[in-house]
């Protein structure tokens, strides 16, 4: 009987260390396939601020001069209309864009416009006027009677000038008539220019008593 037990207990004593050494491999390669934790490290945030940063509009600046050709603003289609104006960013620089208002059968403005721009004003020289760091973008309205009052002054001048004024952060553009070109500088005729005496004013209009 001893012998018995002697010879059967090799077999039961060898499947047991092969069992064990199994279990001991298997181990060894679940722990080895793990996702290292440093792998689950949150990406830097630098490019995320940086693009926060550059998306945010500069506080403080200085205005340009805009303006556009005499022969666009005195166009007919824009006689006794009103025009309403909207600052718009246009190749990388700050301008106005201009709706004229449809007129009823009397020439009074229907309060309806142009889904697109009827005017689109163009970079000028620098005014020197600054604005910031409280600033209002608000749009600019010009009456039926400051535009006809603007295109009876044209005559044969080349170029209507929008020149800026800042008064409490309200911005506003004084209308000058000239024949020295915006950008260049250059004179096309020795016309003086003209000052009109309008301004195109945020709505509701802002003065100096405000």
Known sequence: MSKYFKLTGIPFFLFVVFLMSSCA???TTVTNT????STNIPA????QVATSTANKAP???T????????????DNKWKNTRMVFSFAIDQGFLTLYGWACKGNLLGDCTGKYDPDPNLKLQQGQSSGVGYGPVVFWEN??????DVK???DKINNYHFVEFRPKNINGHISYRIYITDTHPLTGQKIT???EIDTQIDANPSPPKNTSN
């Not at 830097?44 to 490019?47: G, H, I, K, L």
């Not at 205005?63 to 005195?74: E, M, P, Q």
């Not at 600019?140 to 009677?145: A, F, R, S, Y």
């Open 140 to 145: 600019l309205i010009l009456e039926k009677k």
């Open 149 to 151: 009052d603007i295109q």
């Open 34 to 37: 793990s996702t290292p934790a």
């Open 63 to 74: 205005l340009n001069k805009i303006w556009i050709d005499a022969s666009v603003f005195n």
């Open 59 to 61: 506080a403080e600046g």
């Open 25 to 27: 491999n298997n181990d």
């Open 44 to 47: 830097s945030t630098d490019a």
């Open 190 to 192: 020795e016309n003086a």
